[in-house]
């Protein structure tokens, strides 16, 4: 439960506040791999593509994101940050940051060395 308070925690400190984790997951996906058709967004969140169709168009509006059609497959259309998507991410991971900098300043230097040991056991875990 702790693991699932502090993500939580983590997630409440965002740049827009009305974005849900889903459409910030499709932004920082969009900014850590790059460029991706629908199907590729889909797959990678695990979600339906008319799902991922409607995220898409949601963060169009909004002018996060943009889509291009492929110049030789007019069905492909390739999903690309905008500048305003990419200073959402940027500031969504920068208080972030600054959140769980001083949350953990908080904690005395024990606590921070059995912090940092649980979570070297917590990726083995997760890569299992």
């Given at each position: 439960?702790a693991?699932?308070?502090l993500?939580?925690?983590l997630?409440?400190?965002?740049?827009?506040?009305?974005?849900?984790?889903?459409?910030f997951?499709?932004?920082?996906?969009?900014?850590?791999?790059?460029?991706?058709?629908?199907?590729?967004?889909?797959?990678?969140?695990?979600?339906?593509?008319p799902?991922m169709?409607?995220t898409?168009?949601?963060?169009?509006?909004?002018?996060y994101?943009t889509?291009?059609p492929?110049?030789?497959d007019?069905?492909?259309v390739?999903?690309?940050?905008?500048?305003?998507?990419?200073?959402?991410v940027?500031?969504?991971?920068?208080?972030?940051?600054?959140?769980?900098?001083?949350?953990l300043a908080?904690?005395?230097?024990?606590?921070?060395r059995?912090?940092?040991a649980?979570?070297?056991?917590?990726?083995?875990v997760?890569?299992?």
């Amino acid at each position: 439960m702790a693991t699932f308070r502090l993500a939580r925690r983590l997630r409440a400190q965002r740049a827009v506040d009305t974005m849900s984790d889903g459409q910030f997951a499709v932004l920082a996906a969009l900014s850590i791999h790059g460029e991706h058709t629908l199907g590729q967004l889909a797959d990678r969140e695990r979600v339906t593509a008319p799902s991922m169709n409607r995220t898409v168009s949601l963060l169009e509006e909004a002018g996060y994101l943009t889509r291009t059609p492929d110049d030789d497959d007019r069905r492909k259309v390739t999903i690309a940050l905008t500048d305003a998507g990419r200073l959402v991410v940027a500031e969504t991971v920068r208080r972030r940051d600054a959140w769980l900098e001083e949350a953990l300043a908080a904690l005395d230097e024990d606590e921070r060395r059995t912090l940092a040991a649980a979570a070297e056991i917590m990726r083995k875990v997760a890569d299992t």
